[in-house]
C-alpha cells in the first residue's frame, strides 16, 4: 500500500515515514503544496496523508484538488490545529479522519489501518444492493425488507441512504449530506428538513438490536452497518 505524506515539519515527516514503512507500508514524502500536487498529478497513492498548514499553501486545497481527481482516495489532516471549525471543514472536504499533534504514533498507526481497511471495503462493496440479513435494500428495484416485511421508502431516503452506505464507516456532516441530496445553492432547505428525515428513516429500518445510522453530535451521521 502506497501512502503520500505531506508534512513541512521534516523530523516529523521523516518519522512518520519510517512507522509506516516499518509496519509495511511505502511512503512518498512531500514537504510543501507544490511537490504535493505535482506528485498526485503523476504518481498514483492509496491514503494520504496531509498537513493543514504548508509554507506554500493550504491543505484544505489540495484535499480539494485530490477528491476531484481521485474522489475516492481517503485523506487524514495531520495539523496542530483542533478548532470544531477546522475539524468540520476537513470533513465537509470528504476527509477520513482528522488527528491533531502531537499523536501518539501507534495510534495514528491504528487510524491508517482502519482507513485503508475502509477503502478496500468500499472498492469491493456493491452499491446497487445491500443486506446485513436483517435489512436488505435493491436500489435498482427500489425495495426495501426488515426482518421478512417489505418497507416503503421515498425517493429522498433511498437518496440518503445510498450515500451512507457507500461511505460506510465514515463521518458525512451535516453540510456535505445537504449539498448532495438538495440543491442548496437554488432551494433553500432548513437543516430540519436532514434531522426529519434521519429521524424517520431510522423508525422504519431499525429496532431495538439494529442500529445502522449513528449521530456524531456537532458533525453529522455515520453508516455503522456491516453487509454479509
Known sequence: M???VVEDDLTLSMGICFELDCNGYLTVAAYNYKKAHQLIQND???LVMLDVNLPDGNGFD???TIKKIYPQMPVIFLTANDLE??????????AEDYVTKPFNMKILLRRVEVAARRNHTLKQQTVNCWSDGFFSLDFNKFTAIRGNEKIIITSNEYKLLKILIE???IILTRQTLLERLWDIEDN???DH???VTINRLRAKI????????KTVRGIGYVWMGEAI
Do not use: P, S
Open 85 to 94: 471549525q477546522d475539524i468540520l471543514n476537513g470533513f465537509d472536504l470528504g
Open 2 to 4: 502506497k501512502l503520500l
Open 188 to 190: 433553500f432547505v432548513e
Open 62 to 64: 489540495l484535499c480539494r
Open 167 to 169: 461511505n460506510t464507516g
Open 193 to 195: 428538513a436532514l434531522t
Open 206 to 213: 431499525e429496532d431495538d438490536t439494529h442500529t445502522y445510522i
Open 44 to 46: 498514483h497513492f492509496d
